[in-house]
Nanobody
Framework: QARLVESGGGMVQPGGSLRLSCAVS?????????MGWFRQAPDKAREGIAF?????DTTYRDAVKDRFIVSKTKDILYLEMNNLKYEDTGTYYC???????????????????????WGQGTQVTVSS
Protein backbone atom coordinates (compact mmCIF):
# COMPACT_ATOMS: atom_id res chain seq x y z
CA GLN A 1 0.00 0.00 0.00
CA ALA A 2 1.25 3.47 -0.87
CA ARG A 3 0.71 6.45 1.38
CA LEU A 4 0.50 9.92 -0.15
CA VAL A 5 0.69 13.14 1.87
CA GLU A 6 0.33 16.55 0.21
CA SER A 7 1.71 19.84 1.43
CA GLY A 8 2.37 23.33 0.13
CA GLY A 9 -1.14 24.68 -0.32
CA GLY A 10 -2.14 28.14 0.81
CA MET A 11 -3.51 31.48 -0.24
CA VAL A 12 -1.91 33.43 -3.06
CA GLN A 13 -2.77 36.49 -5.14
CA PRO A 14 -3.60 36.18 -8.85
CA GLY A 15 -0.40 35.90 -10.84
CA GLY A 16 1.44 34.31 -7.94
CA SER A 17 3.07 30.90 -7.61
CA LEU A 18 2.91 27.88 -5.33
CA ARG A 19 4.64 24.53 -5.28
CA LEU A 20 2.74 21.51 -4.01
CA SER A 21 4.55 18.43 -2.76
CA CYS A 22 3.29 14.88 -2.35
CA ALA A 23 5.44 12.68 -0.15
CA VAL A 24 5.24 8.99 -1.00
CA SER A 25 5.83 6.31 1.63
CA UNK A 26 5.39 2.54 2.01
CA UNK A 27 6.43 2.19 -1.66
CA UNK A 28 8.81 4.12 -3.91
CA UNK A 29 7.80 6.42 -6.74
CA UNK A 30 9.42 3.93 -9.12
CA UNK A 31 6.69 1.41 -8.23
CA UNK A 32 3.91 3.87 -9.08
CA UNK A 33 3.79 3.98 -12.86
CA UNK A 34 1.15 6.66 -13.12
CA MET A 35 1.08 9.68 -10.82
CA GLY A 36 -0.53 13.06 -10.95
CA TRP A 37 -2.83 15.68 -9.53
CA PHE A 38 -6.57 16.22 -9.43
CA ARG A 39 -8.35 19.25 -8.09
CA GLN A 40 -11.86 19.98 -6.92
CA ALA A 41 -13.45 23.40 -6.76
CA PRO A 42 -16.52 24.02 -4.59
CA ASP A 43 -19.65 22.49 -6.13
CA LYS A 44 -17.68 21.01 -9.02
CA ALA A 45 -16.49 17.54 -9.94
CA ARG A 46 -12.89 16.50 -9.50
CA GLU A 47 -10.81 17.16 -12.58
CA GLY A 48 -7.42 15.82 -13.59
CA ILE A 49 -4.85 18.52 -14.24
CA ALA A 50 -1.32 17.10 -14.55
CA PHE A 51 0.19 13.63 -14.84
CA UNK A 52 3.57 11.99 -15.16
CA UNK A 53 4.35 8.43 -16.19
CA UNK A 54 7.15 6.06 -15.29
CA UNK A 55 9.29 7.42 -18.15
CA UNK A 56 8.89 11.00 -16.96
CA ASP A 57 6.58 11.99 -19.79
CA THR A 58 3.87 14.44 -18.82
CA THR A 59 0.43 15.59 -19.89
CA TYR A 60 -1.69 18.52 -18.73
CA ARG A 61 -5.21 19.77 -18.81
CA ASP A 62 -5.46 22.61 -21.35
CA ALA A 63 -6.45 25.11 -18.65
CA VAL A 64 -3.11 24.72 -16.86
CA LYS A 65 -0.80 23.98 -19.77
CA ASP A 66 2.21 26.35 -19.87
CA ARG A 67 1.52 27.43 -16.26
CA PHE A 68 1.86 24.21 -14.24
CA ILE A 69 4.74 21.73 -14.18
CA VAL A 70 4.55 18.22 -12.72
CA SER A 71 7.77 16.44 -11.72
CA LYS A 72 9.00 13.75 -9.37
CA THR A 73 11.98 12.47 -7.45
CA LYS A 74 12.37 9.00 -6.00
CA ASP A 75 9.92 9.72 -3.20
CA ILE A 76 8.18 13.03 -3.88
CA LEU A 77 5.75 14.23 -6.55
CA TYR A 78 5.66 17.98 -7.21
CA LEU A 79 3.29 20.41 -8.86
CA GLU A 80 4.75 23.81 -9.59
CA MET A 81 1.96 26.30 -10.25
CA ASN A 82 2.72 29.68 -11.85
CA ASN A 83 0.58 32.63 -12.93
CA LEU A 84 -2.24 31.40 -10.73
CA LYS A 85 -5.78 32.46 -11.57
CA TYR A 86 -8.97 32.71 -9.52
CA GLU A 87 -10.28 29.57 -11.25
CA ASP A 88 -7.32 27.55 -9.91
CA THR A 89 -8.87 27.71 -6.44
CA GLY A 90 -9.74 24.30 -5.03
CA THR A 91 -8.55 21.28 -3.12
CA TYR A 92 -5.63 19.58 -4.82
CA TYR A 93 -5.15 15.83 -4.53
CA CYS A 94 -2.10 13.75 -5.30
CA UNK A 95 -2.97 10.43 -6.99
CA UNK A 96 -1.06 7.33 -7.98
CA UNK A 97 -1.55 3.87 -9.41
CA UNK A 98 0.56 0.96 -10.51
CA UNK A 99 -1.02 0.82 -13.96
CA UNK A 100 0.44 2.56 -17.01
CA UNK A 101 -0.56 6.16 -17.72
CA UNK A 102 -0.11 5.83 -21.46
CA UNK A 103 -1.16 2.80 -23.45
CA UNK A 104 -3.03 2.03 -26.61
CA UNK A 105 -1.69 5.28 -28.06
CA UNK A 106 -3.40 7.55 -25.55
CA UNK A 107 -3.07 9.04 -22.09
CA UNK A 108 -5.57 7.30 -19.85
CA UNK A 109 -5.35 9.52 -16.81
CA UNK A 110 -8.48 11.65 -16.56
CA UNK A 111 -10.84 9.30 -14.72
CA UNK A 112 -10.49 9.60 -10.92
CA UNK A 113 -11.87 6.09 -10.49
CA UNK A 114 -8.72 4.68 -12.11
CA UNK A 115 -6.49 5.60 -9.18
CA UNK A 116 -6.03 3.35 -6.19
CA UNK A 117 -4.01 5.77 -4.07
CA TRP A 118 -5.10 9.28 -3.02
CA GLY A 119 -3.70 11.87 -0.69
CA GLN A 120 -5.87 13.76 1.78
CA GLY A 121 -5.82 16.97 -0.25
CA THR A 122 -4.36 20.43 0.22
CA GLN A 123 -6.25 23.70 -0.24
CA VAL A 124 -5.18 26.31 -2.76
CA THR A 125 -6.96 29.65 -2.70
CA VAL A 126 -6.29 32.36 -5.27
CA SER A 127 -7.63 35.65 -3.99
CA SER A 128 -6.78 39.32 -4.04
Amino acid sequence: QARLVESGGGMVQPGGSLRLSCAVSEVTVRDLYCMGWFRQAPDKAREGIAFIDNYGDTTYRDAVKDRFIVSKTKDILYLEMNNLKYEDTGTYYCVADKRLCFHGGAWRVWNPSDYKYWGQGTQVTVSS
